[in-house]
C-alpha cells in the first residue's frame, strides 16, 4: 500500500508500482471507440502510461494535453491516458480539446488495471479511482520509469517521464 495526498489529506492506494526493471503486467482496457487496449497492442513501441483519477479534473486534463503536445515529436512511442473515466466522457474531451496524439483508454469495466499496478484508491473521497503516476515502458514492455505523484492535484514531472525515453 502506499500513501498520497489529496490536498494535504493521506489517502491509501492498494498497492505499490511496478518497480524499474520488472516486466509490465498486461492489461486489457476500453478505448474511446470502445475496442480494447491491451499491453501486447503496444508491444514494439516505447509506451508512457500517463494514469489518472478522471479527465474531468484540471490537473488530470492538463496532463492529458501537455503529453498530447509531446506526443506528435516523440519516436517510436505512444502515449496512453488512463482513468476509470467512461470512453464517452474521454471521447467527449478529446474532441472538445483537439486531443489526437495520444490514446486515452479507461479503466471502467473492472479497475482490474488500478488493481494490478497498485494504483486504486483505497480510501474516500476518490475511492476506486486511480492515483496519480506515470509509468514508462520500453520497446518489450519492461518498466523503465515510475513516478507516484505525492499530491494528486500536482501534475506528474514530464521531464523526467520523457527523459527517461532516450
Known sequence: MSTVTLKGNSINTSGSLPKVGEQAKDFTLT??????LTLSDLKGSKVVLNI??????STCATSVRKFNEQASGLENTKVVCISRDLPFAQARFCGAEGIENVINASDY????FGKDYGLEIVDPPLLNLHSRAVIVLDENGKVIYTEQ?????DEPNYEKALAALK
Open 31 to 36: 478505448k474511446t471507440d470502445l475496442s480494447t
Open 149 to 153: 505523484v505525492p499530491e494528486i492535484v
Open 109 to 112: 469495466a473492472t479497475g482490474q
Open 52 to 57: 489518472f483519477p478522471s479527465v474531468d479534473t
